[in-house]
């Protein structure tokens, strides 16, 4: 498997995971972001780099940008981006 192969299905992966989040549990907390280290697919040693941010005006949906890269090469790394659109409001007649 290539590099580039390895960094974009390990940033495929992680993208998914990251977009599991509701919407609700993160819009209080953004914008937010973290770096951990993991292994890809075929156990190359990499940093994950996670950012919720507001695609847009605050309060709508949520862009996550999810990079991947081996430690000494931020810049060969590979960024996919994905997005979790805002939650309607909860509106119950009582």
């Not at 156990?43 to 890269?69: N, S």
């Amino acid at each position: 498997m290539t590099l580039e192969a390895d960094l974009s299905a390990a940033a495929r992966d992680e993208l998914e995971r990251a977009c599991t989040l509701g919407w609700r549990q993160l819009a209080d907390h953004l914008p937010w972001g973290d770096t951990f280290e993991g292994f890809t697919p075929a156990g190359r040693e990499v940093c994950f780099e996670r950012a919720y941010l507001w695609d847009g005006e605050p309060g709508g949906d949520i862009r996550v940008e999810v990079t991947v890269y081996e430690p000494e090469a931020y810049e060969a790394g590979v960024k996919l981006t994905g997005q979790i659109p805002r939650e309607p409001l909860d509106i119950r007649s009582h």
